[in-house]
């Protein structure tokens, strides 16, 4: 790979850590955790070897959708610190080589922010086109995003006599980004955060930055993001926009910028992940494969931000209703586990029953698919969700730090706490990152070496994935190459059985040995003819693809 082609890209072979500062660390002992407490752990997410930390949302909030209803974009919740605390963390991340991007929610505010307490008093109000109103609400509900919570996506406003939009919750009115008081608004707080030193933003809900569903000034969301792109890109030279586009894989492409590129820098492969789940569920890697070559194209580099869990709930939109039941079924039994008849609202390592094996082959996958992997806090050692806690909050459940009282996320008293802990055998007694720091054998010390792994291939999140053909349907085999030698070849088994691949020759892989980047060991390709690899249960391999006098890097 050659130096210009890197260029200052970073983000496309970064490891991406999302956290909640409130559930992290509790710095102050007041309960709930805090930018100190972020700060102090910071030596804990450098050992993992993360390279961007995304903060969810810890702006002033009402709280009425985890900090996704922001009253206050320039500022820091009072329970999680002070803005200097905030600027204090992300100095010090940057000094141990991690960046900071943050969540960036401006598809709507909260109703206790500012412009709209001013903006339903009055229709005369500076504030009032801030918001999108309407005299009548439109029939087109196909936005609805929480069937059963919320009726319809316009609220009635008595004082004023009109509905205003909201895609989200009620509290949640729909910024109206066809204004361009509005624009100059997201201008200014995306320059402000970039100055106190973040190196981009997650776009929180971008499909839904449209105005008023069949209005006549619907705003093109994607002249939106390119001045932003723009933008961003003037003020400064590092710093990237991961959007959240929960759809399929060509509307995604919409949201690069099209072939040539010009607004997203990265977006989370939803498409990828329901694959992946209901790969593993069938035992077959076809979905995988499909998911892979339905990937579109771009002349731009772009990134796809891989991941198995975040901190909604596992939405499995992008499957067909079949495909949708069969991962239920398999991963969500109950029906208390399922949310807005598309999602999970379960972590992984209880979905898997905490095998470890199969949570290895998942991880496994995480990082060895083309892209960049984005870790949800507590993954990295296989936490629990909480179901007593309602909703999605379910699985942000406070950080498992000990085996003692609160997990050692704070010393307050537990009923001080953001929400509850897990119990049972994913409670902090069991699942914590003492115990798995001590034990060389732990998922912790398994994560920690696939990112390790990772960070020194790049042709994983540069290069161009080859599909490779074989007659193990269990089997998912891939290559990943930036260069037409060499290169690195994956191969995971889907199922609870042993399998063997038969990889084509070492002329056709372009490589003369297989050498294992997990455990140290070498496998000959045959010349002319196939060669049969073995592969355990659940088991997978690494091999770099060694040409004549290559070696490890
Ligand atoms: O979610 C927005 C969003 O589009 C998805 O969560 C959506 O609900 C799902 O893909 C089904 O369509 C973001 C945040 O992740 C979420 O926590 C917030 O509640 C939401 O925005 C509102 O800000």
């Not at 009253?71 to 100095?91: H, K, M, N, Q």
């Not at 960046?99 to 008093?121: C, E, G, M, Y």
């Not at 629990?384 to 307050?412: D, H, I, K």
């Not at 045959?526 to 997978?540: I, K």
Request: net charge negative; glycine share 8%; hydrophobic share 35%.
């Amino acid at each position: 790979m050659r130096i210009a082609d890197v260029g200052d890209l970073w983000w496309r072979n970064a490891v991406f850590y999302c956290l909640d500062v409130e559930t992290f660390r509790d710095g102050n002992g007041d309960g709930v955790g805090d930018f100190t407490g972020l700060t102090e752990s910071l030596g804990y997410l450098e050992q993992l070897g993360v390279t961007c930390i995304w903060l969810m949302p810890f702006y002033p909030t009402p709280d009425r959708d985890d900090g996704y209803d922001i009253s206050d974009f320039y500022g820091v919740d009072p329970r999680l610190g002070t803005l200097g605390d905030a600027a204090e963390f992300i100095r010090t991340a940057r000094s141990r080589g991690i960046r900071v991007i943050v969540d960036l929610v401006v598809n709507h505010t909260s109703d206790k922010h500012p412009w709209f307490v001013q903006a339903r008093r009055s229709r005369n109000s500076k504030f009032r086109d801030y918001y999108i109103w309407r005299d009548r609400p439109t029939r087109n509900q196909k936005n609805m995003v929480f069937p059963g919570e919320e009726q319809s996506i316009w609220e009635w406003e008595p004082k004023t006599e009109q509905y205003y939009m909201h895609s989200f919750y009620r509290h949640q009115p729909d910024l109206n980004l066809t204004n361009s008081a509005v624009r100059e608004e997201i201008a200014k707080i995306v320059a402000y955060w970039l100055t106190l030193g973040v190196a981009g933003f997650r776009i929180d809900a971008v499909p839904f930055l449209l105005a008023a569903p069949g209005s006549p000034d619907a705003a093109d969301p994607h002249e939106f993001i390119r001045d932003l792109k723009r933008f961003v890109r003037r003020r400064s030279s590092e710093a990237m926009l991961l959007g959240e586009v929960a759809l399929p894989h060509p509307e995604q492409l919409e949201y690069f910028g099209g072939q040539d590129g010009g607004e997203l820098d990265a977006q989370f492969d939803f498409t990828l992940m329901d694959a992946v789940y209901l790969a593993s569920v069938r035992g077959d890697a076809t979905p995988i494969a499909d998911a892979l070559r339905s990937r579109p194209k771009t002349s731009e580099p772009v990134a796809w931000g891989n991941f198995l869990r975040n901190h909604d709930e596992l939405t499995l939109q992008l499957l067909t209703d079949e495909e949708r039941e069969e991962v239920f079924d398999a991963l969500a039994p109950e029906p208390y586990q399922r949310i807005y008849g598309r999602g999970i609202l379960r972590r992984l390592a209880p979905m898997l029953n905490g095998d470890p094996r199969r949570l290895r082959l998942a991880y496994s996958l995480l990082f060895s698919l083309p892209g960049v992997p984005v870790l949800y806090y507590g993954e990295e050692i296989g936490m629990g969700e909480n179901p007593e806690l309602p909703g999605r909050s379910a699985v942000r459940s406070p950080m498992q730090w000990t085996p003692e009282r609160n997990g050692g996320f704070s010393p307050a008293r537990p009923s001080q706490l953001p929400g509850s802990l897990t119990t049972g055998g994913f409670g902090p007694e069991y699942v914590n990152v003492r115990n798995q720091q001590m034990d060389e054998g732990s998922l912790f010390h398994f994560i920690r070496a696939l990112i390790a792994r990772y960070r020194t291939t790049p042709e994983i999140g540069w290069g161009d994935v080859e599909l490779v053909e074989h007659d193990t349907p269990g089997v998912f085999a891939h290559i990943l190459r930036t260069d037409h030698e060499g290169g690195m070849l994956a191969l995971h088994n889907l199922t609870a059985e042993p399998a063997t691949v038969s990889l084509p020759s070492a002329a056709d892989i372009g490589g003369e040995v297989l050498t294992d980047l997990l455990h140290p060991r070498e496998i000959p390709l045959q010349a002319e003819r196939a060669t049969d690899v073995h592969l355990d249960p659940y088991g997978f391999l690494w091999l770099q693809i060694t040409p004549p006098g290559g070696a490890i890097v």
